[in-house]
């Protein structure tokens, strides 16, 4: 499996607009952080997790050239909002486009993007979504791929993680119930939100995604959905621990 990071920022990414901050000002690339999403290439599955504002861009920086399905972790902007730039992949391809969430993920999408799910005199040009309704119970399959859904809480919000094989991703985490850490067992890779490093009401601190770590126990975790708050890359990721890793946008991790 190879898991491309394609966005590890927050939902105004990173520099952040009009923001004089170190972080902000840096000119590592490590620290210029696209919205959050991840491409998950598997025994020939070409998957992306969530769709939001930098999609297009993200695409084409990653070159990826088909994919065969979207997971949704839920429906606040920065994870849905480049849903009509699946357009090209409806047109060189010749399919719709397969989009898996929450069924609360769909109704949101409809809402938003109406013309998507227009039935009757649709614009021939509208993009081409086919919503597929999962929960956090039931594992699904896309192309012979298991993929488990994972319940975790953003703040109130409940939204969803996934695991495929020993890899799990979880964005957006302020706290997972104890019931849902026997499906994060024996990991060997790990990609977990951490905003920064003061409280917050709906994502976990740097201290908080450490101490989640340490009940799951990967063998490796890459952290994202970092805010400018967090610091700089090269300073901050010399205070994580042995096998704890800032991501930054364009890395690949290879995992089982």
């Not at 997790?49 to 902007?77: C, K, S, W, Y």
């Not at 909002?81 to 969430?101: E, H, I, Q, T």
Request: glycine share 6%.
């Amino acid at each position: 499996m190879r898991i491309t990071m394609l966005g590890t920022g927050t939902s105004q990414g990173i520099p952040m607009i009009g923001c004089p901050c170190e972080v902000c000002q840096s000119s590592d690339p490590r620290d210029k952080r696209l919205r959050p999403a991840i491409h998950i290439e598997v025994a020939g599955l070409s998957l992306v997790v969530d769709i939001g504002p930098d999609f297009r861009q993200q695409m084409l920086r990653a070159n990826i050239t088909d994919i065969d399905a979207i997971l949704v972790t839920h429906e606040h902007n920065d994870h849905i909002a480049g849903l009509d730039d699946v357009r090209p992949y409806n047109f060189l391809r010749n399919k719709n486009m397969p989009v898996y969430g929450l069924n609360r993920v769909g109704e949101a999408l409809k809402q938003r993007f109406p013309y998507i799910f227009q039935v009757t005199n649709k614009y021939p040009g509208a993009p081409c979504v086919d919503f597929h309704a999962i929960n956090e119970h039931t594992p699904f399959t896309i192309k012979n791929t298991i993929i488990q859904p994972i319940a975790v809480m953003h703040g109130k919000l409940p939204i969803l993680g996934f695991r495929i094989n020993d890899f799990a991703y979880l964005t957006d985490v302020h706290h997972i119930e104890a019931g849902e850490f026997s499906k994060l067992q024996n990991l060997d890779t790990l990609i977990l939100s951490a905003l920064h490093h003061r409280p917050h009401h709906s994502h976990m601190t740097l201290e908080e995604a450490l101490a989640t770590i340490d009940v799951i126990r990967p063998k490796t975790t890459y952290l994202m959905h970092m805010s400018h708050l967090m610091g700089l890359h090269a300073e901050i990721s010399q205070m994580l621990p042995e096998n704890v890793f800032f991501g930054y946008d364009g890395l690949v991790i290879d995992s089982r």
